[in-house]
């Protein structure tokens, strides 16, 4: 018995999303903002949020590259307590900041009309 989805493909769905992101998230701003009215708040608000795709592509080639198995070294990341540390701590870290930027970027708007 075979798994229904093995690394290689699940590799691929994550570059395909990851790299598409951009992308769709400033089309989809751009059609937003045409409906409304505010194209460049909304372009630039979906090209923020289509930047999580190339975010969370990094991320999934960085854990995939600490957890990696090297049958000539016999370095084996996935079974090191120190690698799951520097996960947890580098995944944390760039869920604050990301949270930091996008809750700063996101809610701009808000903050200026307020200001009114």
């Known amino acids: ?9 699940f590799d691929l769905v994550v570059r395909i999303v990851g790299l598409a992101g951009l992308p769709m998230g400033a089309l989809v701003g751009a059609l937003v903002g045409q409906l409304r009215g505010e194209m460049r708040w909304h372009v630039s608000r979906g090209a923020a949020i289509g930047l999580l795709g190339p975010i969370a592509y990094g ?6 590259w600490t ?37 700063r970027i996101l809610h701009r708007r808000d903050e200026s009309a307020d200001k009114c």
Do not use: C, Q
């Open 59 to 64: 991320l999934w080639r960085y854990y995939r």
């Open 1 to 9: 018995m075979h798994e229904l989805i093995d690394l290689a493909k």
């Open 67 to 103: 957890v990696r198995l090297e049958p000539t070294t016999g370095y084996v990341g996935l079974h090191k307590f120190s690698t799951l540390l520097m996960n947890v701590a580098v995944f944390a870290v760039v869920g604050i900041i990301l949270g930091w930027v996008y809750g």
